[in-house]
């Protein structure tokens, strides 16, 4: 029997039998989510990686961890009244140092309580370079968006459903079980964007049927945190399309939504388009959070999309803070067209490594936003 019959088969079963079963562990019911969300601060803030680390890896081992940058850049954070912060993991951190991780996990964690500021950790990712590896991480590439940063867990991983049990179970329940009560952690986000495919970056190095392996390493994910009896609730986002159909959406989609205690989407469109996005996921009776939103050339703006998102009480959480190695002030389009310079208009980013605003009324409009929901909560 081929691999790719194997794994077919393999999914086969899981999804079965997660249809006829459900999740192993049950969500949380609407009026639990609701509950929750009532007495929860407005989450707005950013997806947060320090301006001196390249991707996941670099941002945690203990040989690039960076608190002194991690201190100084959320009290800029705290300055534009954000309350919580979106933070990815990698898997080989576990394999790597599970102790240390953890110990560098709860440093983090209190830098950010310091700042008054909750995180929202991510636990794995199906985005750009699906070959991550330990140690020292590559420089980037000049003027190129996201040149360094890796999958969790990789590809070698990722065509092996079998080892998902033995290899990744461990570092799912041993993160989350550890931090299962801790408040300063507003949720979980359990999988990033699980079936996107990275084209054109790295699409011809991708599984043809990464789909179905990423579609059975959420069900396992979503089961093996919510066995930790955990206080936060479990996340992951919907990112492409409006979701307007229920019968249009993809088996993805389907356990995404089906597997969330609070729902979560990404929007980088104009306000139109954000709008039918929230409108839509109300159907599902929870409260919704954007876990990626703001790119400046597309038309997606903090003026007015995070007008709208408090309005809505929807969580915001817009890509990337301080300009640095990760390069996102550079477009998506970046991976086909040569850049020699800054572009015209930064595509992510607020603030320049230094704290000073890239657009001043822009840092004063999202102050103005964030301060009308602290007065709220007084």
């Known amino acids: 029997m081929s691999r790719k019959i194997q794994i077919f088969f393999f999914g086969l079963v899981i999804l079965v039998l997660g249809n006829l079963c459900g999740l192993a562990q049950t969500t949380w019911t609407p009026e639990a989510a609701n509950d929750w969300y009532a007495h929860h601060r407005w ?11 390249i991707n996941e890896l670099e941002m945690w081992q203990a040989d690039t961890f960076d608190p ?7 009290g800029w954070a705290e300055q534009l009244g954000f309350t ?6 990698q898997n080989l951190l576990w394999d790597q140092d599970s102790k240390g991780l953890l110990q560098r996990m709860d440093r983090f964690l209190s830098i950010a309580h310091k700042h008054h500021i909750g995180v929202v950790f991510v636990l794995f990712d199906s985005c750009w370079d699906p070959h991550p590896h330990l140690g020292k991480q590559p420089a980037p590439k000049p003027f ?3 040149s360094g940063w ?8 990722l065509e092996h459903p079998e080892e998902f049990e033995r290899r990744l179970k461990p570092y799912v329940q041993g993160v989350v079980g550890h931090f299962r009560n801790d408040a300063r952690i507003d949720m979980w986000d359990v999988f990033n964007e699980p079936d996107n495919m990275n084209d054109p970056a790295y699409i011809k190095e991708e599984p043809l049927d990464k789909t179905n392996m990423a579609l059975i390493l959420l069900r396992e994910t979503f089961d093996w945190a919510r066995a930790m ?9 919907v990112w492409m399309g409006n979701w307007g159909n229920p019968e249009a959406l993809t088996p993805m989609e389907r356990l995404q939504l089906s597997g ?18 929230v409108e839509h996921l109300r159907r599902y009776g929870r409260p919704i959070v954007c876990t990626e939103y703001m790119a400046r050339p597309v038309c997606s703006t903090f003026d007015p999309n995070l007008k709208y998102l408090h309005d809505q009480n929807v969580g915001a959480y817009n890509w990337g803070f301080v300009s640095g190695k990760t390069q996102t002030i550079f477009p998506w389009d970046s991976w086909k067209q040569s850049y020699t310079s800054e572009p015209p208009v930064w595509f992510h980013d607020i603030l320049h490594s230094d704290g000073t605003p890239y657009r001043p009324e822009e840092v ?8 009308q929901a602290g007065a709220k909560t007084q």
Do not use: W
């Not at 002194?68 to 959320?74: G, M, N, S, Y």
């Not at 890796?150 to 991983?157: A, F, H, T, Y």
């Open 150 to 157: 890796v999958q969790s867990p990789g590809q070698p991983l």
């Open 364 to 371: 004063e409009y999202i102050r103005s936003v964030t301060l």
């Open 84 to 89: 919580s912060i979106r933070v990815f993991l």
């Open 68 to 74: 002194a940058t991690i201190d100084r850049e959320l």
């Open 43 to 53: 989450m707005v803030g950013c997806n947060f990686t320090p301006s001196t680390a």
């Open 144 to 146: 190129v968006h996201n």
């Open 260 to 277: 969330s205690d609070v729902i979560s989407f990404h929007n980088y469109g104009p306000l139109d388009g954000l709008k039918e996005c």
């Open 229 to 237: 009896k955990q206080t936060q609730p479990l996340t992951s986002g």
